[in-house]
């Protein structure tokens, strides 16, 4: 957060300009660190950091290891984990601390999250002792806590002051956060007792005293908090920074809203991609990377479609008997895996941000059911007419009318049922859920339209 | 954002209080406006709207309707858009006028866009001139554009003013934002030069001038830009607010990161549920609704499932010649399906961040081709060990591996094309992308694998 007035200053391009990584890889082969430094350093340090991003990892690499190039620790900050990650291999520990010095915690803390483990007590004792302190203390939560998004700079004042000590104090004071959008108000044993924004003391006459313009916040963040939850109460609560507390409920630290966004933002595109069965798929990881990334889904996948083979093996006979069925029984399936996937998504979503509540649970599943009734009729109907025209036998469109009633039916309600059971057994239910449902949607549809078929056969 | 200071005072629940909910049921049946209304101004409005939301359709018409009860605007501005037009409906144009009237432009703009065309005129004649003034301009943008989120109440100082005089303007002006996170620097045009964070001022001496701390930001909005596209300035410039500029670049409103976060959740979250073929579905929406999003894309669905008969039939004597050809079929397609939508997923949160450019376009594609070639080996030796293990059939495994490579490349490559082809005829690559991909690759799979299978048989 402290880089945001420096960085300001700087010049910013909306539009990436592509031109320019040409520009830049020629001076890597030319080794003029001193052009790229000079040129960076004119830049916004987020388009510093797109134009390392597009490089080529050849062309990253040889940057990083060109004599007299250092990089900039907010241009470090703004780069994508997987880029850092792969930096951080090239640097030497010294190179890392001199990063580390100059970045507020939450940001230190995401490069350490990045460094081997046995270079990172190398690093950390090259640190100051009051800096390696905080790392510390920081590391030793869990990584999707609070306290890894949190910085410990924050600015807090006594609960007794007036607005012009606490400006006076202000000014005098020069080891604050170079920004900050709330002052805490604390009492005697530190713990947090409400805020003011930074724009309420600046509106408020100096004799006024700052505990008569203070909200009482009630919106204190646990530093054990899992940070989806953090992300979850900032937005319902539209909150733009907030104070975290300890066990014993004193002010160790700051949420701030820009920390926030990352996470909430992340959150989401991570179910997208877990949906899909990709994980944190960067688009700066190589080749291999992405296909080990891409592997167990697939594996995965491969053992369910065999799965299905087994089942339609069973009404090999019947399919002998009448070779049509084969061409239809991939219909049945995947109308059933669209159907189910449709509602996994909703459930994913509806999960991921706390509205699917014990209240509404019943209520929802019942929603499902019948969206599943209605829609089974309907592409009952519709399929029952084509196969009608098509292959004009009224046997045939009776049996893909009750299988897809069926099929549609249970899509929906194993839709919904597989996220939930998955979430309750602390499964992540975007990664997995996805895999049942289309086994299911597939088995049950095969099942259904063939063994309707071997009945009435 | 004005909201923010005052809802602060409010007691809060983190965790959603499900037994209220029967509470407030009962209160509702008995009339008892005067007890919830108390009962909802002692709570957050968060979470008094998640109260409403989580109400029975009935419930919540009933409360609206009952006599004596208003609804707060803070409260209202909380629930989700599907629950906020569904309330608008029941609500008289005077209880829309009073509750525009508090609220902040960007807020004000978000109900308006809710209201039926005929109220809205009969609406905006019984507010201010100002405020209808205001109202109407930002109508006149399109929807999605920077004019729908700004608010037009922002804090702006001549260039020359010192920080003292601007703290004494701030401390007598009471028309101010109740918070603002930076002050902008305007010319004697109300052109915006520069900005200065709140907490700047307050750390700075009262004979500095403005101009000497002043960050000159090159970082304007323009009135018409996508908000999608000030999310991703947002983001990648890690903004707290902006100055938001018409064309001749006069300052006319600012944009919050409150309103960009739920902007960027918003549109990642759709992307999520659009490639699953959902809309903007709420929790909250009923059957009929519901069934109604999900029916077009289960509709197409259907018509590329009897195209995949349709291919499948080309070789009814081949699989009638040979069973279990019609087992193994759904095999290749499942897992040409399952690898398109992984690389799909990918590519389309890569578009929407902007991180696939000119620069990285082919490099990518290769990429996918390799990861194609690779996952095509080895999903081919797996599911060849397979069948050989099960039907003892080596032409049999053959068949499978050649129709595994092709399809698996097929798969990857249409996978990325598709999106961006999409994107470059300026359709939403999340909304349309999936059914052309998971067609492609069941026509391919089918086809693949039937027709090598024609060839050796």
Do not use: C
């Not at 007590?121 to 869990?142: G, M, Q, V, W």
């Not at 509540?357 to 019948?370: A, R």
């Amino acid at each position: 957060m402290s880089l945001i007035k420096k960085i300001k200053d700087k010049k910013v391009n909306f539009e990436f300009n592509k031109e320019y990584i040409k520009v830049v890889t020629s001076k890597i082969a030319n080794n003029d660190a001193q052009f790229i430094t000079n040129s960076f350093n004119e830049m916004h340090p987020a388009d510093a950091a797109d134009i390392i991003e597009h490089l080529g990892q050849n062309d990253r690499e040889s940057l990083i290891k060109l004599n007299n190039f250092n990089i900039d620790p907010e241009v470090f900050i703004e780069l994508n984990e997987s880029v850092q990650s792969e930096i951080i291999a090239y640097l030497s520990p010294d190179t890392i601390v001199r990063l580390l010095k100059n970045l507020e915690s939450d940001d230190a803390i995401t490069i350490l999250e990045n460094v081997d483990e046995k270079d990172k007590n190398t690093i950390l004792s090259s640190l100051p002792p009051k800096d390696r302190f905080a790392l510390l203390e920081s590391l030793s939560y869990p990584e999707d806590t609070a306290a890894r998004i949190m910085q410990r700079e924050f600015t807090a004042v006594p609960s007794n002051w007036s607005v012009g000590q606490t400006i006076d104090y202000l000014r005098e004071n020069k080891d604050l956060p170079e920004e900050f959008l709330e002052i805490f108000i604390i009492d005697e044993d530190f713990k947090p007792i409400g805020t003011v924004p930074s724009s309420k003391v600046l509106t408020t006459s100096r004799e006024t005293k700052m505990l008569s313009i203070m909200s009482e916040s009630q919106l204190l963040i646990p530093v054990d908090m899992d940070k989806e939850e953090v992300g979850n109460v900032f937005e319902n609560y539209s909150l733009n920074s907030a104070a975290v507390v300890d066990k014993s409920n004193k002010l160790v630290g700051m949420i701030m809203y820009d920390d926030v966004l990352t996470v909430l933002k992340e959150e989401a595109e991570e179910d997208a991609l877990r949906l899909a069965g990709v994980g944190d798929e960067e688009i700066t990881d190589g080749v291999f990377k992405k296909t080990r990334r891409r592997f167990n889904w697939l594996l995965l996948n491969l053992f369910t479609a065999f799965l299905a083979t087994w089942v339609i093996s069973l009404f090999g006979a019947t399919i002998e008997q009448m070779v049509v069925l084969a061409f239809l029984m991939p219909i049945v399936a995947s109308m059933g895996g669209n159907a189910g996937m449709q509602t996994l998504a909703v459930t994913v979503r509806t999960l991921a941000t706390n509205d699917l509540t014990k209240n509404n649970f019943t209520q929802n599943i019942l929603k499902e059911f019948n969206i599943g009734i209605l829609n089974g009729i309907i592409f009952a109907i519709i399929s029952a007419l084509v196969v009608q025209v098509w292959f004009q036998d009224s046997l045939l469109s009776l049996i893909i009318s009750m299988s897809m009633i069926v099929t549609m039916i249970v899509a929906g309600l194993f839709g919904i049922l597989v996220p939930i059971t998955l979430k309750k057994m602390d499964i992540d239910p975007a990664i997995a859920s996805s895999v049942f449902v289309t086994t299911i949607t597939d088995v049950i549809g095969f099942v259904s339209f063939l063994g309707v078929s071997a009945y009435f056969l």
